[in-house]
């Protein structure tokens, strides 16, 4: 491979310098059969028996490389991810990139070994991506675009439509910790032991699903948090969700952040979380399974499943002292990219 | 959060107060009005879901504090103008990018190419510009007297590395003016202040004696968490009960009798009282802070610029809201057209704004209380 420290656009224009990228980098990284060929398209095998899941995302976090992870690393994991909690075995993605122009070669370098790591814990393959650089100016250094694609056994029946009144609501460890990290980082905070959460979901819903729970549903609390993604299943259930401040596990360093900020734990997001709604009786099963999984030692009980009743909160935050108050989307704000 | 900070929103001392007070609601012979001062305490009550725990006969009713939404539409009108000047870069807090100016918001001229920065502090805004030094960096100085020292400890810093592309365009209030205003007014019923905590550090607490002294009405300085609330609350209460008023201090851990003089000091050397409007209660005289005449090359208010004339949301009711006229409900643009992620009027934008806070925490309360 060509030395070289700085993304040119030449890099994108699909003629030598793009070779170099694609021979000096990509393939040594995310070394696969599919790739070998380097076809216009990866002629992949056979699809396992069950449903095809199907799910895509773009990645624009700011800033590139964070306590705790990079973009690369995030886009896999936020890609598996979105398989894992649709009940679906994640088997391959594509990975697409938009370098700006002038993006060090080295950070480059960082975030495809990021994505590589990811996939290799996930037991994923990348098996196609794309290149392209934009002028200086025209972007921000580098963004990610992926695709995933899974299976799912034909007869899993899990999403919100099986969510019932009585169902417990439980998650898999500390909340917000991404988001929290990422803004503290924005603002020069970092260093407080602020780390995010961003890892593969695919073994722990796999454990979580094999264990006999009847899992309702599941769900990541990415953009928008926790309250976001329970606001969003309560209005599509028709049904009132109830979480427990006292319950909610939100790291000091994640609180300190947020009053210093001026942010909300419960609008902030996790990558490396998984919400489950499970059948009341089953609750102490599923909580035990995956506080037995190194992704969920941390996981608690946060919430239940209620009737709606007209006239109070589809969400509502029972707070530690007392009192109550509803929880909605996230509105609006200011919010830097986080994800 | 400290372990320290945390006994402050002890379940227990909260169940505690709680009884406290519904003793003393239950010795009370009328349904008394106590006025929450600032905007921070509007957000922590609702977002502590407070006024539930609260037994009837005691009305919160929230006061002019929030520094974003008594900021006149004027003042927006001159911060659009400002930002379409191709070589101003406007850096301000970033509730006000969203509020509704006279026809356009700052976050819709960002959107079509000004230079507009969300920044956390005023020294932010001082980086921006020793960045850009090609360009003008404009910072909107709002705030009350616990935000205004932080600017003037940023002109400072400006003045001393000569660093002459960093204006403010001045919006800063005082909060004695409009406290007084409501006493004089009669349209607002308040029977007694819960004072802020913040502005209390940088005055001190013998700055409130007027309220005591003059008006005879009950205050209490107090923090932010739950049980300082409450205990606040329970103090004026007990104030009211007697029939002797004084200025409390409940948050004595960080709240001295004198304040920060520092901070003081500096805040005099760059700003002075000038007349200023306020969103709800109209022109007040000497009720804010203006560049002293000494820093004129520092005002961005100097800067020439036509500004539209200036109108403010039709059938927005977000003066009589900033009063305690009003709740949120009873405006008819309230949770129908006004809601965060289009707010009509300044109320519902920041967290601190009575509306937004009413919005997002309140909306349930009459479900959730029975």
Known sequence: MKRFDRILLGHGAGGRLTQDLVRGLFLPTFDNPALHGLSDSALLDALPSGRPALTTDAFVVDPPVFPGGDLGYLSVCGTVNDLAVAGARPLWLTWALILEEGCEESLLRTIAEGAARAADEAGVKIVAGDTKVVPRGKGDRIYAVTTGLGVSPIERDMGDHRITPGDAVLVSGSLADHGATVMACRHGLEGRGLRSDCMPLASLADALLECGADV????????????????????????????????????????????????????LASEGRLVAFVKDGDADKALACMRGHPGGREAERIGDVEERVAGRAPVALLTAIGGERPVDLLSGANLPRIC | MSAREDAFRDPARVAALTARLREQAGRLEREIAIMEVCGTHTHAIAEAGIRRLLPTGIRLISGPGCPVCVTPVDYLDRAVALARLPDVIVCTFGDLIRVPASETSLEHERAVGCDVRDVYSA???????????????????????????????????????????????????????????????????????????????????????????EYQVPAAIAGFAPVDVLAGISELVRQIASGRPRVANLYPRVVCAGGNRLAQELMERFFEPVDTRWRGLGEIPASGLGLRQSYAHRDAGHIEVDVVRSRESPGCRCGEVLKGVIEPPECPLYEKVCVPDDPRGACMVSSEGTCAAWYRHERYAAGARA
């Open chain 2, 123 to 213: 020294r932010d805004a001082l980086r921006v510009a020793r960045d850009n030094p090609d360009r003008r960096v404009v910072f909107l100085g709002v705030g009350f007297e616990t935000t205004l020292p932080t600017i003037a400890a940023a002109l400072d810093e400006a003045e001393r590395e000569g660093i002459g592309n960093f204006q403010v365009l001045a919006g800063g209030k005082l909060i004695e003016p409009p406290l007084r205003a409501l006493l004089s007014d009669g349209e607002v019923e308040v029977d007694a202040f819960l004072l802020p905590g913040h502005v209390s550090v940088i005055l001190g607490s013998d700055f409130y004696r007027f309220l005591a002294d």
């Open chain 1, 216 to 267: 309702h549903s599941m769900h990541d609390p990415t953009r928008g948090g926790l309250g976001t993604l329970c606001a969003e299943v309560a209005g599509r259930a028709g049904l009132r969700i109830t979480l427990q401040e006292s319950s909610l596990p939100v790291r000091s360093e994640v609180k300190g952040a947020c009053e210093l900020l001026g942010l909300d734990p419960l609008h």
